[in-house]
């Protein structure tokens, strides 16, 4: 019997597919609980007080054996592979090139959930012309959603690469696209400080493309939208209906599910951390004193309130001296700046690597 057989099975025997008399079907099980008035035992009255909620042994007993199910259904972490550490370099052409090929900076390109490589290329192509090396890396959906721990495991592996074409030794800056993006440099910069050769990282400056983000809040609208970015984002990497579904049904189990009983219960809820560490905290915290950074943002981005980047983020960044630029463009949507403000975008990102100031712009349509 397999491990989704097992389940369906528990909650069979549980009684939960007939609750109300209404039965639950494998598709609607993706989606537990999404009609409260299903299940009345939802939060504890003492995290909630001023509100009554109703609990019956019935409705309690068949959420503690979801909780059960679900706590004992995850599966082992596949092992990295050599398509998870796939990475595209591109070299600038040789009349662009001022430095020797050892000294000539490298630019790490981390894409955001779904993009392409086709994608990174447009932004590539701005360091290209500038003289230098791009590296492109996309994370695999899994490790985005949830196999987060692996992330410092899989960049050291990326690392070796690099290291292969004599890539580490050189001035290094780093773009972020999304948190997506940062949760590679994050992997990235404990990878290194594992690996004791954090030293060997040159790092020049670091771009923030959309980012970073405030953490994410666990509630049903909230969870049936990651289950659905999770599915096309699995379609995107083409594996296959079935795959896909069932990437966002063990992402649903192994994640979703077992955040939203802790937040109900008031417990603290953990997405996507590595050491403890939400990404976009990592980046919100971001600060070496020799390391300045550029933060794009726009006024009209969805993922990212601007209210939120510029009290949470760049006031922080301020009052711990870091050293950084910061544009706010107008009405461009989550890291669509570079396409509705193609030549501002390019003129900042060309100019953050050859000087960089405490300031923030904005630009007008």
Same mark, same amino acid.
């Given at each position: 019997?397999? $491990?989704?057989?097992?389940?369906?099975?528990?909650?069979?025997?549980?009684?939960?597919?007939? *609750?109300?008399?209404?039965?639950?079907?494998?598709?609607?099980?993706?989606?537990?609980?999404?009609?409260?008035?299903?299940?009345?035992?939802?939060?504890?009255?003492?995290?909630?007080?001023?509100?009554?909620?109703?609990?019956?042994?019935?409705?309690?007993? @068949?959420?503690?054996?979801?909780?059960?199910?679900?706590? /004992?259904?995850?599966?082992?972490?596949?092992?990295?592979?050599?398509?998870? =550490?796939?990475?595209?370099?591109?070299?600038?052409?040789?009349?662009?090139?001022? %430095? #020797?090929?050892? =000294?000539?900076?490298?630019?790490?390109?981390?894409?955001?959930?779904?993009?392409? /490589? %086709?994608?990174? /290329?447009?932004?590539?192509?701005?360091?290209?012309? @500038?003289?230098? #090396?791009?590296?492109?890396?996309?994370?695999?959906?899994?490790?985005?959603?949830?196999?987060?721990?692996?992330?410092?495991?899989?960049?050291?592996?990326?690392?070796?690469?690099?290291?292969?074409?004599?890539?580490?030794?050189?001035?290094?800056?780093?773009?972020?696209?999304?948190?997506?993006?940062?949760?590679?440099?994050?992997?990235?910069?404990?990878?290194?400080?594992?690996?004791?050769?954090?030293?060997? *990282?040159?790092?020049?400056?670091?771009?923030?493309?959309?980012?970073?983000?405030?953490?994410?809040?666990?509630?049903?609208?909230?969870?049936?939208?990651?289950?659905?970015?999770?599915?096309?984002?699995?379609?995107?990497? %083409?594996?296959? $209906?079935?795959?896909?579904?069932?990437?966002?049904?063990?992402?649903?189990?192994?994640?979703?599910?077992?955040?939203?009983?802790?937040?109900?219960?008031?417990?603290? $809820? #953990?997405?996507?951390?590595?050491?403890?560490?939400?990404?976009?905290?990592?980046?919100?915290?971001?600060?070496?004193?020799?390391?300045?950074?550029?933060?794009?943002?726009?006024?009209?981005?969805?993922?990212?309130?601007?209210?939120?980047?510029?009290?949470?983020?760049? @006031?922080?960044?301020?009052?711990?001296? $870091?050293?950084?630029?910061?544009?706010?463009?107008?009405?461009?949507?989550?890291?669509?700046?570079?396409?509705? /403000?193609?030549?501002?975008?390019?003129?900042?990102?060309?100019?953050?690597?050859?000087?960089?100031?405490?300031?923030?712009?904005?630009?007008?349509?």
């Amino acid at each position: 019997m397999t $491990v989704n057989q097992k389940i369906f099975s528990s909650l069979k025997k549980s009684k939960v597919f007939s *609750l109300n008399k209404h039965p639950i079907t494998r598709t609607a099980l993706a989606f537990p609980l999404l009609e409260k008035s299903r299940f009345s035992c939802l939060p504890d009255s003492s995290v909630y007080p001023g509100r009554n909620f109703t609990t019956t042994r019935y409705e309690s007993a @068949a959420l503690k054996k979801l909780d059960k199910v679900a706590s /004992h259904a995850h599966e082992e972490v596949p092992a990295i592979t050599d398509e998870d =550490t796939k990475m595209f370099i591109d070299e600038p052409a040789s009349h662009l090139v001022s %430095k #020797t090929s050892s =000294t000539n900076p490298v630019v790490l390109l981390f894409g955001w959930a779904g993009a392409s /490589h %086709k994608n990174l /290329h447009k932004y590539s192509s701005i360091y290209l012309e @500038a003289g230098f #090396t791009t590296v492109q890396f996309i994370l695999s959906t899994r490790h985005i959603f949830r196999d987060t721990d692996q992330i410092p495991e899989l960049m050291s592996k990326v690392m070796d690469q690099m290291g292969q074409h004599g890539l580490l030794d050189r001035p290094m800056y780093i773009h972020c696209l999304s948190d997506t993006g940062v949760m590679c440099y994050q992997g990235l910069d404990i990878a290194s400080k594992q690996r004791s050769t954090m030293r060997r *990282l040159n790092i020049q400056g670091v771009v923030w493309d959309s980012c970073p983000g405030p953490y994410p809040e666990v509630t049903l609208s909230r969870i049936s939208a990651f289950l659905i970015v999770n599915w096309l984002c699995c379609m995107k990497d %083409k594996l296959g $209906v079935v795959q896909s579904f069932h990437s966002s049904y063990r992402l649903l189990l192994d994640r979703g599910w077992p955040n939203l009983l802790r937040r109900w219960q008031g417990k603290p $809820v #953990t997405l996507n951390m590595m050491n403890g560490i939400w990404c976009g905290h990592f980046g919100r915290d971001h600060h070496h004193p020799l390391v300045p950074e550029l933060l794009l943002y726009s006024n009209k981005d969805f993922y990212l309130p601007y209210k939120y980047l510029e009290k949470e983020v760049l @006031a922080v960044k301020e009052e711990n001296g $870091v050293n950084f630029t910061a544009m706010k463009f107008d009405g461009s949507p989550h890291v669509a700046h570079l396409k509705y /403000h193609k030549k501002k975008y390019e003129s900042k990102v060309r100019a953050f690597v050859d000087g960089n100031v405490n300031t923030v712009e904005e630009t007008e349509e």
